[in-house]
Structure formats: structure tokens, C-alpha cells
């Protein structure tokens, strides 16, 4: 079975071919992040008609660089939700559309869902069940996953996304946006320990996050200093930073792996790229005995790989998932517990 995915939940127009038999036959990635930039944010209404251009050009893509006629396509899966409603209504009908004129039936996809299950595309792809931790932009949650649609929240941040604490640190050590890997990136240089930062909820005894907390420590730290701070300096906040946010991120996942008795761990989402958090990862993995699984560097962030491969497992497991329904709607805000593994 042949599943075109589209994906334009956000800032990453992305466009994928995966055929359950011979796996990703070709991806194609636009990311708007340039564009974007100035504003340091994303700009909804820009986005929306960013992906639009972006769209057709990047199907010409995977078509060609799968060697695969439309006509060859089985179903075509679209991100639904959760998202930028804009932007996801271009990717819906955009699908839609394509679906209409091929005559070929569409199916809504979970973004969270295609975050979850990115790793498994990786070569040695991990067993259910498992502990994912999902940790994007948008999103912080702990989950226990069974099967394609058998997920049970463990915890999830009560406030910021570990992403959105990323880069909103980032801003404020002036690293432009999005600033998650360029904070990451300077915080080798810095010195451990200079300054210390919260470990918020570190020890609440449950699977809950908090990072909002930890922005304004750096916000203090910044402004304490901002007269002052020179190149050193900003490394050093941003290593205290990035030890405090790995800390807390490692631990609940230990606690998360312990409550459920589970030996497997999988990392999903844009902020599963962390260097320091891999390697804190890979490092109580091996001194624990549990072994832990990421997607593949280029589908950890938004892709539409993730969105072809979550539709062809819905598909796997009901093959009624796609109709030639193609009156569309998106749910811009659509949480992941909702799915079931039947319908969804
Ligand atoms: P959601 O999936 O929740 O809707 P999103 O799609 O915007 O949100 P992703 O694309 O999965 O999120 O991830 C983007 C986030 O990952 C950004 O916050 C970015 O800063 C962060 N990120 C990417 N690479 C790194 C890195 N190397 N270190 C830390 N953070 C990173
Ligand atoms: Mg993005
Ligand atoms: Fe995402």
C-alpha cells in the first residue's frame, strides 16, 4: 500500500511517499523558518500562504524522486490537527483536492500521532510497548504507548513545551528564533556551574513538567547581567540552562520507565535533536539497563514522512480509516488521548 503524507501543521510544508512494503520511498521539506525569522515567531497568516506556493511543487518532488505515477497512490494522508488552523486547511485541501481529482480516498492524521511514531522509520525501530516522551514546540508529554492508538498520558508540562522553553531562552540571550538548537549549540562552550538554574517540579513525584519557571530564571540571570554580558557569559547561562531543562527531562523519564516497569524509552518531537540530552540520555540508558530509541535526526521536527507512515499504520489497522470523503474540517486544537486505535 502506497500513502502520500502532507504535513503543514506549523512552519514545515512537507510532502512524503511511504508503501508499507518497501518503506519511505521519498521525502521532500520546505521549512519557513527564514521567513519567519524577522518577526521572531511564526506568523500564522504568512505560513498559511507560504504553504500553498510550496504545496504542488514539492508533490512534482516525491512523485519524481519516488519514481511513482499519482495514479500509483493507495491513500493520502493529511495532518488534521493540532496546529495553525490556516495552515492546516491548506494541507487538508491540498490532500483533498488531490484526492477528489486521483479518485483516491483521504485520511486526517494526529501530528502528535506521526511525532510518536517517527522512530519507528529509523533502522532498528523499537517494540511496543513503550515510554515515548514527546517534547516539541507545541508539546510536553510523557506517554505509554501499547500500539498504534493505545496511548495513556503519563504527564505532561503544566505550562511551557520544553521547545517553547527552548526558544524563548534563546530570545532572550538574543539567538534569534527558532533558538532551541542555537542555545544548544552555544551552551558547549559554557562552563558548568557558573550560574544555577532551577529544576522545576525535579521532585514533585509525578510525571508532570513546569518550564515557564525556568524562562524567568533566565530572564533574571539576563537582566542582572545585561549590562555586562559578554560572549562567555551567554554561554555560561546557556549551559546552566541546558543542564537544568536535561536534568529534569532525563529524571522523569527514569520515573516514567520505573512506574511502568517498561525497558524501552522512545524520543519524539523537534527537541528529541538535543545533543546534551541524548548523550544524558544514552549515558543512564546504558548505566540502567534500558535501551532508548530516537527518530532520525532530519524527523525529529515537523515532516511529512511521519504523516505518510502514521496514515499507512492507521490504514494497517483499519482499512477504513480513508474515505472518498472529501468535505474536510481540522482540529486546531485536538488532543492526543482522544484517538483510539480503531477510528480516528
Ligand atoms: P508541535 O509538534 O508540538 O505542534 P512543533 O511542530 O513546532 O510543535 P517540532 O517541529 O517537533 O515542534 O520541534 C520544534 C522545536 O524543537 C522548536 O522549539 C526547536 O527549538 C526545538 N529544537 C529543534 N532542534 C533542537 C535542538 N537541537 N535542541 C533543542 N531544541 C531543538
Ligand atoms: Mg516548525
Ligand atoms: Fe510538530
Known amino acids: 500500500m502506497l500513502v502520500l503524507g502532507v504535513e503543514s501543521s506549523c512552519d514545515e510544508t512537507g510532502l512524503a511517499l511511504y508503501d508499507t512494503q518497501r518503506g519511505l520511498l521519498s521525502h521532500a521539506l520546505h521549512s519557513q523558518v527564514a521567513m519567519h525569522e524577522e518577526y521572531g515567531g511564526v506568523v500564522p497568516e504568512l505560513?498559511?500562504?507560504?504553504?500553498?506556493?510550496?504545496?504542488?511543487?514539492?508533490?512534482?518532488?516525491?512523485?519524481?524522486?519516488?519514481?511513482?505515477?499519482?495514479?500509483?497512490?493507495?491513500?493520502?494522508?493529511?495532518?488534521?490537527?493540532?496546529?495553525?488552523?490556516?495552515?492546516?486547511?491548506?494541507?487538508?485541501?491540498?490532500?483533498?483536492?488531490?484526492?477528489?481529482?486521483?479518485?483516491?480516498?483521504?485520511?486526517?492524521?494526529?501530528?502528535?500521532?506521526?511525532?510518536?511514531?517517527?522512530?519507528?522509520?529509523?533502522?532498528?525501530?523499537?517494540?511496543?510497548?513503550?515510554?515515548?516522551?514527546?517534547?516539541?514546540?507545541?508539546?510536553?508529554?510523557?506517554?505509554?504507548?501499547?500500539?498504534?492508538?493505545?496511548y495513556a498520558l503519563l504527564g505532561e508540562t503544566l505550562d511551557d513545551a520544553a521547545g517553547e522553553a527552548f526558544d524563548k531562552s534563546a530570545k532572550l540571550l538574543g539567538l534569534g528564533?527558532?533558538?532551541?538548537?542555537?542555545?544548544?549549540?552555544?551552551?558547549?562552550?559554557?562552563?558548568?556551574?557558573?550560574?544555577?538554574?532551577?529544576?522545576?517540579?525535579?521532585?514533585?513525584?509525578?510525571?508532570?513538567?513546569?518550564?515557564?519557571?525556568?524562562?524567568?530564571?533566565?530572564?533574571?540571570?539576563?537582566?542582572?547581567q545585561?549590562?555586562?554580558?559578554?560572549?562567555?557569559?551567554?554561554?555560561?547561562?546557556?549551559?546552566?540552562?541546558?543542564?537544568?531543562?536535561?536534568?529534569v527531562l532525563v529524571a522523569k523519564c527514569l520515573a516514567a520507565l520505573k512506574q511502568t516497569g517498561l525497558k524501552r524509552l522512545v524520543i519524539a518531537g523537534g527537541v528529541g535533536a538535543n545533543r546534551q540530552l541524548r548523550a544524558a540520555l544514552n549515558e543512564a540508558a546504558s548505566r540502567r539497563g534500558f535501551k532508548v530509541y530516537y527518530p532520525e535526526l532530519e524527523f525529529c521536527t515537523d515532516n511529512g514522512a511521519m504523516i505518510a507512515f502514521a496514515g499507512a499504520m492507521r490504514l494497517?489497522?483499519?482499512?477504513?480509516?480513508?474515505?472518498?470523503?472529501?468535505?474536510?474540517?481540522v482540529r486546531p486544537r485536538w488532543p492526543l488521548d482522544e484517538l483510539t486505535a480503531g477510528a480516528g
Open 47 to 150: 505560513a498559511s500562504r507560504d504553504h500553498i506556493r510550496r504545496a504542488i511543487p514539492l508533490l512534482e518532488q516525491v512523485l519524481g524522486k519516488g519514481g511513482v505515477e499519482g495514479s500509483a497512490i493507495d491513500a493520502i494522508a493529511y495532518t488534521q490537527g493540532p496546529g495553525l488552523a490556516g495552515a492546516l486547511l491548506v494541507g487538508a485541501s491540498v490532500a483533498c483536492g488531490l484526492g477528489l481529482a486521483l479518485d483516491k480516498p483521504v485520511l486526517g492524521v494526529h501530528h502528535l500521532e506521526g511525532h510518536l511514531l517517527s522512530p519507528l522509520l529509523a533502522t532498528d525501530p523499537p517494540a511496543f510497548p513503550f515510554v515515548a516522551l514527546l517534547i516539541s514546540g507545541g508539546h510536553t508529554q510523557l506517554m505509554r504507548v501499547d500500539g498504534v492508538g493505545r
Open 177 to 224: 528564533y527558532p533558538g532551541g538548537p542555537a542555545i544548544s549549540r552555544l551552551a558547549e562552550f559554557g562552563d558548568p556551574g557558573v550560574y544555577q538554574l532551577p529544576r522545576p517540579m525535579l521532585h514533585s513525584k509525578d510525571l508532570n513538567f513546569s518550564f515557564s519557571g525556568l524562562k524567568t530564571a533566565v530572564l533574571t540571570l539576563v537582566h542582572n
Open 226 to 247: 545585561i549590562a555586562n554580558i559578554c560572549e562567555q557569559d551567554k554561554a555560561n547561562v546557556a549551559r546552566a540552562f541546558v543542564d537544568a531543562i536535561v536534568e
Open 316 to 329: 494497517q489497522i483499519d482499512p477504513q480509516a480513508a474515505q472518498r470523503d472529501y468535505g474536510f474540517n
